[in-house]
């Protein structure tokens, strides 16, 4: 008895005088950003703040949808319309295929498959969510003269109103996740997750992982509890090539919710690489989105771009 007692006390002593440790994880504190680090970031000697200041400047997520528009590529593109049950309303099956010529694209529809209302009496499509796919994977007659140069790009909706321009809303979320955007009223001092002013309103952590064989820095961002309704990114988590700092994948959920609009979007972005170029090669999407005068629309997508050129 005496015996055991003096082998606890001692393991006690030990670790009192901090020769175990029983937490693994430090932190570091950048103005008001407080930011967990995994013990394998610790042993990187990552310089935290010239990785923030990355990742706040980033354009190479949006630089890689950019991408597509100087590119030839094959889609699978499969459109669902739910009902609040989940129930299948409508649907989009489509093998398409971008073709480049000339600085010009145009695009070439190999196959397709649409049950329920997916389309109107004059084969519009019926539903924004759709609409919205369409103005980001499919191309309506040629389309020339465009660049995937980002830098100086002005996001804006103006021009825009009523269910236009909340598309437009929601696609610049979409590319520029955690950016102050102007072209967001009511919107915008709650999107930039990297300044100051936000930063008290999420637990963020940095970590490292194999994802596709690539090395990589995991920020996690999640809002604390009870500042939902503060913040439009309510969670978002970037994978960050250890070497080029460039977006490998990324998952992230959006939700707002105003008198005369509301959405709550989960989205998933996972790049790819055709020659020197970051492309994106999978998104899913799941969501559901509510604008005054429109009734809810619940959807889900997935497009999957192959076959670059």
């Known amino acids: 008895m005496m015996k055991t007692f003096s082998i606890f006390y001692i393991i006690n002593f030990f670790c009192f005088q901090s020769f175990c440790q029983v937490n693994t994880d430090s932190s570091v504190t950048l103005g008001n950003k407080v930011i967990t680090l995994s013990e394998v970031v610790l042993t990187k000697k990552l310089n935290v703040p010239g990785f923030i200041h990355r990742i706040k400047n980033d354009s190479s997520f949006y630089k890689a949808f950019r991408n597509l528009r100087i590119l030839g590529f094959?889609?699978?593109?499969?459109?669902?319309?739910?009902?609040?049950?989940?129930?299948?309303?409508?649907?989009?099956?489509?093998?398409?295929?971008?073709?480049?010529?000339?600085?010009?694209?145009?695009?070439?529809?190999?196959?397709?498959?649409?049950?329920?209302?997916?389309?109107?009496?004059?084969?519009?499509?019926?539903?924004?969510?759709?609409?919205?796919?369409?103005?980001?994977?499919?191309?309506?007659?040629?389309?020339?003269?465009?660049?995937?140069?980002?830098?100086?790009t002005d996001f804006s909706t103006a021009g825009k109103s009523g269910m236009e321009k909340h598309k437009e809303q929601l696609k610049i979320l979409f590319f520029n996740p955690g950016k102050k955007i102007s072209g967001l009223p009511f919107m915008s001092n709650k999107t930039p997750i990297f300044e100051d002013e936000m930063a008290d309103k999420y637990d963020m952590s940095i970590d490292?992982?194999?994802?596709?064989?690539?090395?990589?820095?995991?920020?996690?961002?999640?809002?604390?509890?009870?500042?939902e309704s503060d913040?439009?990114?309510?969670?978002?988590?970037?994978?960050?090539?250890?070497?080029?700092?460039?977006?490998?994948?990324?998952?992230?959920?959006?939700?707002?919710?105003?008198?005369?609009?509301?959405?709550?979007?989960?989205?998933?972005?996972?790049?790819?690489?055709?020659?020197?170029?970051?492309?994106?090669?999978?998104?899913?999407?799941?969501?559901?989105?509510?604008?005054?005068?429109?009734?809810?629309?619940?959807?889900?997508?997935?497009?999957?771009?192959?076959?670059?050129?």
């Not at 490292?208 to 500042?227: E, S």
């Open 231 to 309: 913040v439009v990114i309510d969670e978002m988590t970037t994978w960050f090539n250890d070497s080029t700092y460039e977006v490998v994948a990324r998952n992230y959920s959006l939700s707002y919710d105003a008198a005369v609009y509301d959405f709550k979007v989960n989205m998933e972005v996972k790049m790819g690489t055709y020659k020197n170029l970051t492309v994106p090669v999978l998104i899913r999407y799941n969501g559901n989105w509510k604008a005054i005068t429109k009734k809810r629309e619940r959807g889900i997508f997935t497009a999957t771009l192959f076959d670059f050129e």
């Open 74 to 152: 094959t889609a699978l593109n499969d459109i669902r319309m739910v009902d609040k049950n989940g129930n299948l309303k409508a649907s989009l099956y489509s093998k398409t295929k971008q073709l480049r010529s000339n600085n010009c694209r145009t695009m070439l529809v190999l196959e397709e498959t649409a049950t329920g209302d997916m389309y109107n009496e004059v084969h519009e499509l019926n539903y924004y969510t759709a609409q919205m796919y369409a103005s980001l994977f499919f191309t309506r007659g040629s389309i020339c003269g465009e660049h995937n140069i980002v830098s100086g």
């Open 208 to 227: 490292m992982d194999l994802y596709n064989g690539i090395y990589c820095y995991v920020f996690r961002q999640k809002v604390k509890p009870g500042n």
